[in-house]
Every structure is written in C-alpha cells, then in structure tokens.
C-alpha cells in the first residue's frame, strides 16, 4: 500500500497490524468462532479449543465482494435516506409550530385588548352601549375560543406525528 493510500484511510485502519500484537507474528490463519485472525502462536495460546481454523488468505480473497459489504453499505445509503427524511419532517415541523406560536401571539393581544376594553365598557358604558357591548365581545370571544381550540387540536396532532 502507498504512502498516499495509506494516510487516506480513516483513523482507526492505520492503527490495524498485519501482525498479532501478542506474538509479534503475522497473522496468517481465521479463527470463525472468535471471528478474528490468528498467528501460528495463538493457535495453542488463546485458540487451542477451536477445531476449525482456516487461513487467512481465503477470508480475505472475498472481503470486498462479500454480500456483507454491500449489505452495510446499502444500511449506510438507508441510514442517510432515514436522516434527510427526519431533517425534513423536523423542518416542516418546527415550520408548523412556529406559525402556532405567532397565532398564539395574536390571539394573546386579541384577549388583552378585549380585557382591557370591557374594563372601560364596565366603568364608562351606558346600559344600551353595555348591552351591545356584550353582545359584541361575547362573539369575539366565542369565535376566539373556538380558534384556540382549533389551534390546541392542530398542536396535539403535531404530537402524534
């Protein structure tokens, strides 16, 4: 392997040796079942219960074309399919919920004007101009609790999806 090839590895594979860091020798056989390399030495060391080895060569003549390969870099490719479609649905969602909080706003100011308008109705108000007064807030009101309802439905949706 180049000098070139090898600084473009990522961080971890240049720290993987061809050789067995127990024995210092290299690593020339496959232990299946501890799913990992072995040199000569490992054999009657940490292997010695393993019946079948198989050399190394072998394993490593398929490693790139193995179906496992494709198989992770096709759970890759998903992966970022599953992350663009939750950057986007976050996006349309945090969209959605800051149109609710500025209706949220107006509605607030709706209220505290309301308030502050029957407050002057109560104290300087005729009888005739209270009672159309009332007519009139009561609708206001009416109209604006059916919105924040609506808007306290559409929030809990947002919830659920």
Known sequence: MSTKDYHNLPKFMQEIS?????????YELYC???????????????????????PLSDILKQVK??????????????????LDDLDSKQSKL??????LQQQLKTQANQMSQ??????????????LQMYVGLREIEKTTSEAAKYLEDLKVEANWMKLT
Do not use: G, W
């Open 18 to 26: 061809s050789q067995c860091r127990d024995h210092k020798k290299k």
């Open 114 to 127: 309301l308030q502050s308008e029957f407050s002057k109705m109560t104290i300087y108000a005729t009888e």
């Open 65 to 82: 074309s193995s179906a496992s390969v494709q198989l992770f870099e096709k759970d890759l490719n998903d992966n970022k399919k599953y």
């Open 94 to 99: 945090k969209s959605k919920m800051d149109t």
């Open 32 to 54: 299946s079942f501890h799913a990992c390399p072995c040199c000569v030495t490992c054999i009657t060391d940490k292997h010695k219960n393993v019946k079948k080895m198989k």
